[in-house]
């Protein structure tokens, strides 16, 4: 069975930081790609950042772009999210996934399997 547990959130004030974590089981790591969404009250869910398989490619949404990093350690089952200059309209619930599609998609519903999600507050 597979899991997927995201850790790492939290409240932060405007400008701070966080590092997310995705621990993964009951799943070959390295044969999925992995992307990290969010979900805001009374909005969709967003997509925010994806990992290749091996970790050499990545793809980010502009609103986080230049702010988050996205990565990957896959001897460890592991997926990171380093949240830098964190501001208010981050706030929001925070997913993994994972896909067995080799593109590492941004469309959430190219995605098999999701963790229960980690809340992120950032208070202005």
């Known amino acids: 069975q597979v899991h997927l547990v995201e850790s790492g959130g939290g409240l932060v004030q405007a400008g701070g930081s966080l590092r997310l974590s995705c621990a993964a089981s009951?799943?070959?790591?390295?044969?999925?790609?992995m992307g990290w969404f969010r979900q805001a009250p009374g909005k969709e869910r967003e997509f925010v950042a994806t990992?290749?398989?091996?970790?050499?490619?990545?793809r980010y949404a502009d609103p986080v772009n230049g702010r988050f990093t996205i990565s990957r350690d896959n001897a460890k089952n592991t997926m990171y999210l380093q949240m830098n200059s964190l501001k208010p309209e981050d706030t929001a619930v925070y997913f993994c996934?994972?896909?067995?599609?080799?593109?590492?998609?941004?469309?959430?519903?190219?995605?098999?399997?999701w963790g229960q999600g980690t809340q992120v507050t950032v208070s202005s």
């Open positions: 996934a994972a896909t067995l599609q080799p593109s590492y998609p941004s469309d959430s519903r190219g995605y098999n399997y």
């Open positions: 990992i290749s398989r091996g970790g050499w490619s990545t």
């Open positions: 009951g799943l070959t790591f390295g044969s999925y790609a």
